[in-house]
Structure formats: structure tokens, C-alpha cells
């Protein structure tokens, strides 16, 4: 048993495959995002205001999982920051949350909790009525000049949780901030999701709607041949494993975070096989392994 896992974790250190794996991963933050230049343009022209002291319209970002809204979102928030003047009469404060996480999104105290701690104060978990909670919030952010744009992603699962009051509340508070402004940027997969909404809260909202069409193969292509040169050691990616592994994803709705996926499980497998190679059938395994998994997270 104990030779079979030295032979186990020496093959391992001794890597042919990887030469850094975080680039196929959700959380990498590539420094050019590939066939999204007309969307990001879009959402620098509506945040751009905020640079001069200008709130801005409200925005919504709708599209399939995997088609680039959160990536452009983050992206411009960081260009944003990196441009704001820190000398300037007035404050500027982006702050992402993911209403999709467990603990969060389950209500409107835990939703407003959660963006206290991230801009720097504190609520007990339970406890307070939820208005003691939206004047903590507004008492926070009120206490000098400043734009705060929040950009909320899986918005809609929020909603379908809460109902939609949560956001018009979030517009209205604009009414009752005398220094700061804020804005919202929604991120939704749901393309009908603001249809659902009340008028009123609709109409609250102002908003202005970026659509990100789905990859199609050679788009996703293009993306995994980028990410594979910093991923893998030369020469360890087999000829048409990342065609393949784009019109797998192609299928599945232009899912780049899916294609990404896929090429990191090959080079899992074939790390497992030993191989000095990924060839087209670990990409084959790797398609039949994500299959297994989605069948199962339904059940």
C-alpha cells in the first residue's frame, strides 16, 4: 500500500502537465477579455460619469451562464478604481456580491448585513428589525461625499427569494442620502427577469441593459488556446483537444466557464493517467465525468 502512494505522490510532484492551473479556474481574471470589447465599452460609457462626480444610470447585464457578464463587471470596476483620483472632493466605493451564496441572499437583513461588513461596519446576524438595519446601512454610507455602485450578481435569485422590495427600497434610498449617491448594477442568466418586476419598482429602477450574446465555437476556441499557453507546459495539449472541448461547450449555450472547466478536468485525467500528453479522449472523459455531476446536482 505505502509504495503504491509514494509512487502516487511522486508522479504528482513531478508535474508534466500544469504549469499554472488557477488560469482555468472561475476566479482567474485574465488581463483581456476575448470577443466581449463592444460590452465592456458599453459599461465604461455608463459608469464613466462616476469619475467626475456624476451618479449614474442603473444597469442590468443579461446573458447565459458563462457568456462574460461578471468578468467585464469586475473589469471595469478595477479600471475605475485605477482611474479615480484619490485628491478628489468625493469618495468612490465598488463593491461585488454574490446573491446567489447560501447565508446571504435568504433575506433582505442578511443581504443589507453582508454589504455593512464589505464596506466596513458590523450588524449582529439576527436580532434587528430590518429598518434598524437600512438606517445602520445608510448611517454608514451617508457620513461623507461619495458614490457607491453595487454590483449585485444572480440578482434575480435574490428576488425569487425575498421579492422585489429589497431593490426598490435599495433605489429609494437615493431620496434619503444626502452626501452619497448610489448605483446599481444587476447581473442576471435570466432574460425576462425584470418583466416580472412591479411597475413601480421597475420604474424606480431607470435602468439601462447590456445583452451578452452566448461563444460560439471558434470564439470559445480562441479563448481556451489563450488560456491553455499560460495553463499547460509546451506541447502537452494533443491537436484537437481544444476544438473539441469548444463545441462541446458551443452546445451547451457558448458556455466559456463550462469549456474552461472541461479543459482543466482533461488535464486532471491525464495527470491521473500518467500521460505526458491530454489527448481528445481525456476530453471525451471529461465531458462524460461534468454529465455524471449535472445529473446529480438535479437529482
Known amino acids: 500500500m505505502k509504495s503504491d502512494l509514494d509512487e502516487i505522490f511522486e508522479s ?24 466581449r470589447e463592444e460590452q465592456v465599452k458599453q459599461i465604461a460609457l455608463i459608469l464613466a460619469p462616476v469619475l467626475r462626480g456624476e451618479r449614474t444610470s442603473n444597469l442590468f447585464l443579461y446573458g447565459n451562464t458563462g457568456t462574460g457578464k461578471t468578468l467585464s463587471a469586475l473589469y471595469i470596476k478595477e479600471e475605475l478604481l485605477k482611474r479615480f483620483k484619490g485628491d478628489s472632493d468625493f469618495k468612490l466605493q465598488i463593491k461585488y456580491l454574490n446573491c446567489k451564496l447560501k447565508k446571504v441572499s435568504d433575506t433582505e437583513y442578511r443581504i443589507l448585513a453582508e454589504l455593512i461588513r464589505k464596506l466596513g461596519g458590523s450588524v449582529p446576524e439576527t436580532g434587528l428589525p430590518t429598518e434598524a438595519v437600512y438606517r445602520r446601512f445608510i448611517d454608514l454610507i451617508d457620513s461623507e461625499k461619495q458614490f457607491l455602485i ?26 434619503e442620502l444626502s452626501k452619497t449617491q448610489i448605483c446599481i448594477v444587476g447581473i442576471s442568466n435570466n432574460l425576462t427577469f425584470l418583466d416580472g418586476l412591479d411597475p413601480r419598482v421597475r420604474s424606480s429602477l431607470s435602468e439601462e441593459e447590456i445583452i451578452f450574446p452566448p461563444y460560439n465555437a471558434l470564439q470559445l476556441q480562441e479563448i481556451l488556446n489563450k488560456r491553455s499557453l499560460l495553463a499547460f507546459k509546451e506541447n502537452v495539449v494533443e491537436e484537437g483537444v481544444v476544438s473539441k472541448c469548444a463545441a462541446f461547450a458551443a452546445r451547451e449555450h457558448g458556455d466559456a466557464r463550462r469549456a474552461l472547466d472541461l479543459l482543466r478536468i482533461a488535464g486532471e485525467l491525464a495527470e491521473r493517467d500518467r500521460s505526458k500528453k491530454i489527448l481528445v479522449k481525456h476530453i471525451d472523459h471529461a465531458n462524460t465525468k461534468m454529465e455524471k455531476d449535472k445529473i446529480l446536482d438535479i437529482i
Do not use: W
Open 12 to 35: 504528482f510532484e513531478s508535474n508534466r502537465i500544469f504549469k499554472d492551473k488557477s488560469v482555468l479556474q472561475i476566479n482567474h481574471r485574465p488581463e483581456e477579455i476575448l470577443h
Open 150 to 175: 453595487l454590483i449585485l450578481d444572480e440578482i434575480d435569485e435574490a428576488v425569487k427569494k425575498i421579492s422585489s422590495d429589497f431593490l426598490y427600497n435599495l433605489t429609494r434610498l437615493n431620496a
